[in-house]
């Protein structure tokens, strides 16, 4: 399954406990957002995961930020 605007993340029940990968290889979305907090290196990604493209991580982050549009952060005190 893909989901609408987001045809390189994919979502597969048998995969990765159903987390949204890219395009069906076993990279969550999850892994690549802590890959790019710890270090926002591009070449750094394309070493460890030559196959990924630059559209892969732009698709990435694009549903990472509309996966939070609609989520409340309050701010703990």
Do not use: H
Request: some cysteine; aromatic content about 6%; proline content about 5%.
């Amino acid at each position: 399954m893909t989901f609408r605007g987001f045809d390189r993340i994919t979502l597969e029940a048998a995969k990765l406990e159903g987390r949204p990968c890219v395009r069906g290889m076993r990279l969550s979305v999850q892994r690549v957002l802590e890959i790019l907090a710890d270090n926002p290196s591009w070449d750094d990604l394309r070493a460890d995961y030559p196959e990924l493209e630059a559209e892969d991580v732009r698709r990435v982050l694009a549903f990472a930020a509309a996966s939070l549009a609609n989520e409340r952060l309050v701010p703990v005190v």
